[in-house]
């Protein structure tokens, strides 16, 4: 007898179109969402137009935590005033849990230049997305916060233009104040955020770097994935990177890929932080240094 893999329940929308999320918005389509939260996009009566609403899901609604970080990502997003970074608007706990932003038009990083969506980009596209990508991280940074979940889907792309947003696992940081954290992405996750050690700003230009990586790499990984024993799970494995696993120059992967780019790819996901750009400011000079000389041979 086969067995076959059972299908993926569908969630239903919290709130079906046309309906009121609260006083101020409607809903005018459901985007989507996770296990714990949907999107919508909405109209804002306050605001005269639309707006992205993260709003939690009602079964999370008793879970204090879930709670804390609605609160907190929205309060770090009213901070946020960057054009490569995404706008809060405010959030509410009641009669659900929401947060209101920006909407962003386009397409995640991921769709357009992972998924087949657009045409072909080129080397310089890239260049412009991590530099871009760069410039939002320097600025979350000197408004005291890590973001730790750089990737292609957070990654908003329209029209040439690159917004950072999704800031749920993001933490408040000052370089005088030790900082352990292992929430992530697996794939786009530093050594020491895997492992729980200090964090700081390089853990963000890992990140940054990986991203970097897979666009010149045609969507090829720099580290493979590995099973290991569960310290906290006795019996079971979990996946990790295999950092020991020295990456290959993009060059070698993609030929119309500039070897002047491959130290500055390399660089930036370094297993330890000292070796990578100490912030996305260095990271930013030394790929516009790297792609001056590109330019020039």
């Known amino acids: 007898m086969t067995s076959h893999p059972r299908a993926r329940r569908k969630r239903a929308p919290i709130v079906a179109t046309g309906e009121w999320l609260n006083d101020d918005l409607v809903v005018d389509e459901h985007l989507g969402g996770s296990r714990k939260v949907?999107?919508?996009?909405?109209?804002?009566?306050?605001?005269?137009?639309?707006?992205?609403?993260k709003v939690l899901r009602p079964e999370y609604r008793i879970d204090l935590s879930s709670l804390q970080a609605v609160m907190e990502e929205g309060e770090i997003l009213q901070e946020m005033r960057?054009?490569?970074?995404?706008?809060?608007?405010?959030?509410?706990?009641?009669?659900?849990?929401t947060?209101?932003?920006?909407?962003?038009?386009?397409?995640?990083?991921?769709?357009?230049?992972?998924s087949g969506n657009y045409e072909v980009f080129d080397v310089d596209d890239i260049v412009d997305v991590a530099l871009q990508t760069a410039e939002a991280l320097s600025y979350v940074h000197e408004q005291g916060y890590l973001h730790l979940d750089v990737k292609p889907s957070n990654l908003m792309y329209y029209d040439g233009h690159v917004t950072l947003y999704d800031f749920s696992i993001a933490e408040a940081y000052s370089p005088d104040k030790p900082l352990y954290d292992n929430a992530g992405t697996r794939d786009y996750m530093a050594p020491e955020q895997t492992h729980r050690r200090r964090v700081g700003y390089a853990t963000d230009v890992f990140g940054l770097g990986v991203v970097f990586y897979e666009l010149l790499a045609a969507g090829k990984l720099p580290y493979p994935v590995i099973e290991?024993?569960?310290?906290?799970?006795?019996?079971?494995?979990?996946?990790?990177?295999?950092?020991s696993?020295?990456?290959?120059?993009?060059?070698?992967?993609?030929?119309?890929?500039?070897?002047?780019?491959?130290?500055?790819?390399?660089?930036?996901?370094?297993?330890e932080?000292?070796?990578?750009?100490?912030?996305?400011?260095?990271?930013?000079?030394?790929?516009?240094?790297?792609?001056e000389r590109r330019d020039a041979s």
Not at 84 to 91: D, L
């Open 38 to 53: 949907d999107l919508y996009l909405c109209y804002s009566r306050s605001l005269e137009g639309l707006v992205a609403c």
């Open 82 to 97: 960057h054009p490569n970074v995404v706008e809060g608007y405010g959030f509410v706990l009641e009669p659900h849990p």
């Open 99 to 114: 947060i209101t932003m920006e909407h962003l038009p386009g397409l995640t990083i991921r769709s357009a230049f992972l």
């Open 228 to 243: 290991k024993p569960d310290p906290d799970k006795e019996g079971e494995t979990r996946k990790l990177l295999d950092y």
């Open 245 to 271: 696993h020295p990456p290959a120059p993009p060059s070698s992967l993609n030929p119309s890929v500039p070897k002047a780019l491959d130290e500055v790819a390399l660089a930036a996901i370094a297993p």
């Open 273 to 291: 932080p000292e070796l990578r750009p100490a912030t996305p400011g260095e990271f930013r000079l030394a790929l516009l240094r790297a792609a």
